[in-house]
Nanobody, 115 residues
Framework: QVELVESGGGLVQPGGSLRLSCAASGSHFSTNTGGWYRQAPGAQREWVGD???????YYADSVKGRFTISKDNAKNTLYLQMNSLKSEDTAVYYCYASRVGRNYWGKGTLVTVSL
C-alpha cells in the first residue's frame, strides 16, 4: 500500500522560507513521479509542481523561481523548499506519488503565511 506523510508546515512571515517534507512508503521516488498540490481556503486544488524518477522538475507559473522540489531517493522522501513566501501561498499542501497510472495522496500539512 502507498502511504505518504507530509510534515514541516506552520506559520511563517511574508518573505520567509519553509521546507516541507513528504515521506513515502509503497512507492519509490527513484522510479516514480512525485509532487505537490495545494489548496487555499475556499479555493480549488492547485498543482504546484513535480519531479520525475529521473530528477526532472516542473512547476506552476505561480511558484516558479520561488519554490524548489527535490528528493532523497535513499530516504524515499520529497521536499518542497518555499522561498519568498506570500500570503497567497497560504494553503494546505499535499504531496502525491504516481504509481501504476494513479496518484496517491498524503493528508496534507498547513502552511500559513501571515504577520
Amino acid at each position: 500500500q502507498v502511504e505518504l506523510v507530509e510534515s514541516g508546515g506552520g506559520l511563517v512571515q511574508p518573505g520567509g522560507s519553509l521546507r516541507l517534507s513528504c515521506a513515502a512508503s509503497g512507492s519509490h521516488f527513484s522510479t516514480n513521479t512525485g509532487g505537490w498540490y495545494r489548496q487555499a481556503p475556499g479555493a480549488q486544488r492547485e498543482w504546484v509542481g513535480d519531479i520525475t524518477g529521473g530528477g526532472s522538475t516542473y512547476y506552476a507559473d505561480s511558484v516558479k523561481g520561488r519554490f524548489t522540489i527535490s528528493k532523497d531517493n535513499a530516504k524515499n522522501t520529497l521536499y518542497l523548499q518555499m522561498n519568498s513566501l506570500k500570503s497567497e501561498d497560504t494553503a494546505v499542501y499535499y504531496c502525491y506519488a504516481s504509481r501504476v497510472g494513479r496518484n496517491y495522496w498524503g493528508k496534507g500539512t498547513l502552511v500559513t503565511v501571515s504577520l
